[in-house]
């Protein structure tokens, strides 16, 4: 069986972690333009809770998603761009705020950050446009991201993406930090323990005793490229920090799509050949 750089108390703290994070509140509301409220409500509600919406004047948006989680969408004509920014108000809520501009063809999906957490998105009733305000829901909801994709699955992948490239983000500078060889290694692999844990969790699935073998089985995809990390280390001194941190970003961001891939078809393997392919990687 693949051995992984972690203790048994190390996994069991991860998984209380990301169980704890997964349970967080989170929800949206929706307030704006009643169309495009519309628009938004069904695109959210695809498969999991509908948003609260609010269709009162925008002015009376005072104390709505007052509580961290809880995501403010106010979607808008370009005309009432203003009117839009005077009612979120500098602070935001703290619950954060997507002010989505209707810029029709002329829309770039550029975002922007006009007050304290809240984003000015530039918006179009598009596939294109529906994608880009996802990914803005995953970037605003900061550490509820997983509660928040687990609640409207419509925002699943956005919230997946953000998780992994976050991680990597993070295990990338880890690979920089460590000058030692092999220290780094038990930071990235419960960095992305973690990743992929939240995964499971925004796919609804819990990862149990019996199935925490095969979260070891994804982690193992790493083990493949830490080898040609060691290699290339090996290979050309004096550039060992970057050649880490190329590896653990590159590792973490493979792991982590196959893990979505994984989680998407309903973690359909045994744990056998989860193991198995562990193995394979490491050696």
Known sequence: ?????????????????????????AGVVLA????????AQEQLASGGTLPATWVRPLADLTGLASVPGELLILLVPAEREAEALSAVGDPAPGGGAIIAVDEGSSATGKATRPCRRCTRLSFSD????????FEACADVAGDHVVALGRRHPALRDAAANRVIG???????LVGLAFF????????????????????ANLYGLQIDRERAVEVAGIVGV??????????????????GPVIK???????????GHAAVRYFEQ??????????????ALRR
Request: glycine letters at 10%.
């Open 166 to 172: 976050r991680t990597s983000a993070q295990n990338a």
């Open 222 to 239: 790493g083990f493949g490229f830490r080898a040609l990390a060691r290699y290339l280390l090996r290979s050309i001194p004096g550039i």
């Open 245 to 255: 941190a190329a590896a653990g970003y590159t590792a973490t961001m493979a792991m």
């Open 126 to 133: 598009t596939p294109a446009g529906w994608r880009r305000l």
């Open 32 to 39: 704006g333009d009643p169309r495009l409220v519309g628009l």
């Open 1 to 25: 069986m693949a051995k992984m750089p972690l203790n048994v108390s190390k996994l069991r703290e991860a998984w209380k972690e990301v169980s704890a994070t997964a349970g967080q509140s």
């Open 266 to 279: 309903g973690a359909p393997a045994s744990t056998s050949q989860v193991v198995a392919l562990a193995g």
């Open 180 to 199: 030692i060889p092999g220290s780094d290694m038990p930071v990235m692999t419960l960095n992305q323990v973690k990743m992929v844990l939240s995964i």
